[in-house]
């Protein structure tokens, strides 16, 4: 795992137990090594930041957008990170909310497809 801030885990633990539906149809889909035998990890710390979803033994972090993220203040908070975790080694893929709803197949198969690349 890679580093990260220890005062982050109590708030990543509150994130896992309050996740929104849209991160429990896709977790749902992730958990338990289903795409290429990899395991991923949900909201966790990683530098000073908490990651929706985490892929450490292919470098992947999966992002979920809300409406919110269309908003300039927090596109560039979003921007900052993303530069932040491609600067340590991480592939960031990011989806809206509504994707997961309209097509979840569709984000898997983004997913698994980044995977056998890699």
């Not at 795409?35 to 979920?64: C, H, N």
Request: net charge neutral; with cysteine; aromatic share 10%.
């Amino acid at each position: 795992m890679r580093d990260y801030s220890p005062r982050l885990k109590p708030l990543a633990r509150e994130l896992r137990r309050d996740q929104t539906d849209f991160e429990c149809r896709l977790w749902a889909r992730l958990r338990r090594k289903q795409i290429q035998g990899v395991q991923f990890y949900r909201q966790r710390p990683v530098g000073q930041y908490i990651v929706d979803f985490y892929a450490p033994s292919v470098g992947l972090v999966v992002e979920l957008d809300g409406s919110q993220h269309l908003e300039e203040r927090v596109s560039d908070y979003d921007a900052r990170r993303t530069d932040f975790l491609r600067s340590v080694g991480l592939e960031v893929l990011r989806f809206g909310n509504e994707d997961v709803v309209e097509d979840l197949e569709a984000v898997v198969g983004v997913i698994d497809d980044w995977i056998r690349r890699r």
